[in-house]
């Protein structure tokens, strides 16, 4: 009985049954897609599989924050797509390699920053507050190297230091497994102890539940915004470099569309994307999820048009789903009251 008293206190953790029900769901995804396909189980399709699902875990756990709260950041993939122009246009113009990551990371929290202004100090809705900014941010993009993809990024600081941010960002490796699942497990696991065991992280919370009931326990309101649209850009701002590093070069429409993909990731983990409520560990198994379905589909040959709509269609049961379970226990309270 005490073990299942036990069990029961462990499933009432907000978000930890989605969570749990996403993680269920990544295993029957991949066995199914496996005994269609059994190069679905190869070792090398599983490394690629973690370092394509790194890009997706970091994006929906910058989204995540941000819907915590109860709001969206729709500029995450036009910041994505900035972040990899610039760092990559820095580069190209001899700067050094550090010296354009450091410069480019300012740049993205400056914008969360914005966003954050915007939406918790001027109390802008964040959909209009980050359309104007995911302009912006793409407009930096196009205007930073003329409207121009760069050159490769070898081709004024030689091949060496370029050699160093393309390994470190995305080709080498470390215990046999790419570095770019360990940039984005790190930073999952220092964003995930800031949001579940800090007092920053209670206030996400709090925020996203009632904002008013938030503000009457002394919750900074407008402070919780602007910590969770920075967390927010900082993860953008990263997988810009693993976009730059994969390239070697600095495209101006990269990150399109990934400010879906971040609310994909963690409405598919059990993040609710009408605040409140979620686990970082759901939005891990929502990028998972995402990615082994791209992966799977595509090995058994699926038209892209399939995979789209597959994934549209988890994301708006995911999202059914939520509003159900929101619905049932507000009746609920209504009884018992």
């Given at each position: ?13 907000r ?19 496996g005994?269609?396909?059994?190069k ?6 599983i ?5 394509s ?13 941000v819907m915590?709260?109860g709001?969206?950041?729709l500029?995450l993939g036009?910041?994505?797509?900035m972040?990899a122009?610039?760092v ?13 990551i ?31 900014t ?66 920053s ?11 008013e ?7 900074n309101v407008?402070m ?7 967390i927010?850009?900082?993860?953008a ?11 070697g070069m ?28 979620g ?6 198994a ?5 990615q082994?379905l791209?992966?799977g589909l595509?090995?058994?040959?699926a038209q ?10 988890i994301?708006?049961?995911a ?14 309270k209504i009884?018992?009251?």
């Amino acid at each position: 009985m005490k073990d299942k008293s036990a069990f029961k206190k462990f499933l009432e953790i907000r978000g930890m049954g989605a969570s749990l029900t996403a993680f269920i769901g990544l295993i029957i995804i991949y066995i199914a897609f496996g005994l269609i396909n059994e190069k679905v189980f190869s070792g090398q399709n599983i490394l690629n599989l973690l370092r394509s699902m790194s890009k997706y875990l970091l994006i929906g756990v910058g989204q995540s924050y941000v819907m915590i709260t109860g709001n969206i950041d729709l500029s995450l993939g036009s910041l994505v797509g900035m972040s990899a122009m610039m760092v990559s246009t820095l580069m190209v113009g001899g700067v050094n390699p550090v010296a354009a990551i450091l410069i480019t990371l300012v740049c993205g929290v400056i914008i969360g920053i914005l966003n954050g202004f915007l939406v918790g100090r001027f109390k802008l809705p964040p959909f209009i507050a980050t359309l104007g900014t995911m302009f912006v941010a793409r407009g930096i993009a196009y205007m930073v190297n003329n409207n121009r993809n760069t050159d490769n990024i070898g081709s004024r600081i030689g091949k060496g230091p370029a050699d160093a941010f393309q390994q470190f960002f995305y080709y080498g490796k470390t215990f046999g497994v790419y570095n770019t699942f360990w940039i984005a497990v790190v930073l999952f696991i220092l964003f995930f102890f800031l949001l579940s065991k800090t007092r920053s992280g209670r206030h996400i919370y709090a925020i996203g539940s009632n904002v008013e009931a938030a503000k009457l326990s002394g919750v900074n309101v407008f402070m919780t915004t602007v910590k969770a649209y920075v967390i927010s850009s900082i993860c953008a701002v990263v997988v810009g470099f693993f976009l730059s590093a994969q390239a070697g070069m600095g495209n101006m429409e990269a990150g399109n569309m990934y400010e879906m993909y971040g609310v994909a990731a963690g409405v598919i983990g059990g993040v609710s994307p009408l605040g409140g409520s979620g686990l970082l560990l759901g939005t891990f198994a929502g990028a998972a999820v995402w990615q082994t379905l791209e992966n799977g589909l595509n090995m058994i040959g699926a038209q892209v048009g399939i995979q789209r709509i597959v994934i549209g269609v988890i994301v708006v049961l995911a999202v059914l789903v939520d509003v159900v379970i929101r619905s049932g226990k507000k009746i609920k309270k209504i009884k018992k009251a």
